[in-house]
């Protein structure tokens, strides 16, 4: 037998109960605010996607941004909140798509390895379909591993999960 090789996951997952929840306490706050009276606002969940509606880009802002608090309050990560364009809607109207980003995608990946690898060269990163396993025979370089990706932006927001000995 080798000697004992730790490792954790790196992964990049949203709560998608917790994004759903902040859709429904925004969809309230939209409905029972009188600067949102008459305009139409909603907020429609498809499968992938979610869109805002509004009479113009005026209220889809202010939509934005009542949304943006309650994901804030609810831990979603905004990293992981993707908004599209304001386009033109149906009859006069505004929409905007938004949607979640879940797992890290193959760039994001080789990004991250790349500096793991620039940071500790005796660390092992490996891709797993969408997300990253990181091992070493040190439990400490490991942790230097998390404190380094924690404080680098890399566009996603990033767990450490499955710490393993």
Known sequence: MGANLFSFDVVSRVDLSEFENALNQARKEIDTRFDFKGTNSRIERAKDSTTLYSSDDFHIRAMAEVLTTWLVR????????????????????????????????????????????????K???SFQQDHLRVSSKSKDELQAVISALREKKFGLALQFVNFRP
């Open 74 to 121: 609810r831990k979603v990560p905004l990293e992981s909140v993707v908004w599209g364009p304001i386009l033109p809607g149906p009859k006069g109207s505004v929409k905007q798509e938004i949607s979640v980003k879940q797992g890290i995608d193959p760039d994001t990946a080789r990004e991250i390895t790349k500096f793991i690898k620039k940071l500790n060269k």
């Open 123 to 125: 660390v092992n990163v």
